[in-house]
Each structure stands twice: as C-alpha cells, then as structure tokens.
C-alpha cells in the first residue's frame, strides 16, 4: 500500500473515533482486523507484512511514519499524551473530504497499474533485441 493509503486509514478511523482519538496500540490492531487478516488485505502488498524492518513489521512502520506526516501536515495533534492520536479540526476537514471508494481511499488502482506496467516490461524484456525497437520519451516517465 503507498502511503497515502496509511494517512487515509489513520484519518478515516480517528474520524469515527469516541473523542477523535485513539491510543496507538488500538490503531495498530484495527489495521490488523482490516488489511492484515480482514477482507482489506487485497490492498496491502505481502511482503509489507512479511517483512520485518529492526525490530517490527514493515507495515506498523510505516503506519507510524504516516502518522508523522499527518502531524507536519496539521491533520493530528502534535503535543499529545505519548501513545496518543488526536485528529485536529483540519484533520477532521481533511477526512471528511476524502473519498468514499476503497480503491481510492487505500490505492489500490494505483497499486494494480503498477503491478500491470511492471509485467508489461518483464514481457518486453524477454523479446529479442533484433524484434523490438524501443524509443524513449521525455514527457513520459514510469516509476517503479
């Protein structure tokens, strides 16, 4: 999942949260029920939750650095009780006016394109060089 999915997750969650926040630990173990053993887990890459990074998993990483964006943004308090996440009243603006489509709201589309192009070139690369011409183009550019 790209980040974004993780900031939309965080937003939408505190959003429905008694007070609009939440302890950490509760965060962590709703992303569990929803992407890692739940009917969400079409949108999270496995080895996201296969691999580890130190001492956790790769997507609770990342959770938390989705978090740190959210409070450079204005989305979630800065000064709060450790452990704590607190949507501010941009945050609460900034959810409400987030999409409503699963695909769009976790990137999902976005993760299937890239999957697409990414067999695209693995087909190409298995052409001899002799049958294919490929030029490139300044306006396009694909990432990886």
Request: charged share 30%.
């Amino acid at each position: 999942m790209h980040r974004d999915g993780y900031k939309n997750f965080i937003l939408i969650t505190l959003l429905r949260a008694p007070g609009r926040s939440m302890e950490v630990w509760e965060m962590i173990r709703k992303f569990e029920q929803l992407f890692i053993t739940g009917e969400g887990k079409i949108f999270i890459n496995r080895e996201e939750i296969d691999t580890d990074w130190g001492r956790e998993q790769r997507w609770k990483n990342e959770l938390k650095w989705a978090r740190k964006d959210l409070v450079l943004k204005g989305c979630l308090e800065k000064g709060t009780q450790h452990g704590v996440w607190e949507l501010t009243d941009f945050g609460r603006q900034v959810a409400n006016n987030l999409p409503k489509n699963p695909n769009l709201l976790y990137g999902h589309e976005a993760t299937r394109t890239r999957v697409a192009i990414t067999a695209m070139i693995k087909a190409i690369r298995q052409i001899p060089n002799e049958t294919i011409r490929i030029e490139t183009a300044k306006s396009l550019e694909i990432v990886l």
